[in-house]
């Protein structure tokens, strides 16, 4: 099962942190089990959800978008929250595109830092 979880200084950007355990914590009550179950399923789904992105229709995009920030809120990655609201938001092709790429590194971010957590 691994180490218990602990707070440790993510990464931390201007959006904030990249992997919030403290929220995490709070979230599963304490059970570092289901913690590191909501981490990895997260993990699977954020990848599947921006490959999607990447040839799904534009009109989609907002609804993957939308998918992917409840997920990232609940497990404390709120910088792919933020990015995934920002493309929720987009209203035109310049903006969508930035806002795909912005996503898309917050995801590879959380990613990196959830695999950190769960090798731990």
Do not use: W
Request: glycine fraction near 8%; proline fraction near 2%.
């Amino acid at each position: 099962m691994g180490q218990p979880l602990q707070r440790q200084d993510a990464p931390e950007t201007g959006d904030g942190l990249v992997l919030d355990l403290i929220h995490l914590q709070s979230m599963t009550l304490g059970d570092d089990g289901l913690a590191r179950e909501l981490l990895s399923l997260f993990d699977t789904q954020a990848a599947l959800l921006t490959g999607r992105m990447q040839s799904c229709e534009t009109a989609a995009l907002a609804t993957l978008a939308h998918t992917l920030k409840g997920s990232a809120v609940g497990i404390g990655a709120m910088q792919v929250a933020y990015a995934a609201r920002a493309l929720e938001q987009a209203d035109n092709p310049k903006v969508r595109a930035e806002a795909v790429i912005r996503l898309t590194d917050a995801v590879a971010a959380a990613r990196s830092a959830i695999a950190e957590v769960l090798r731990g």
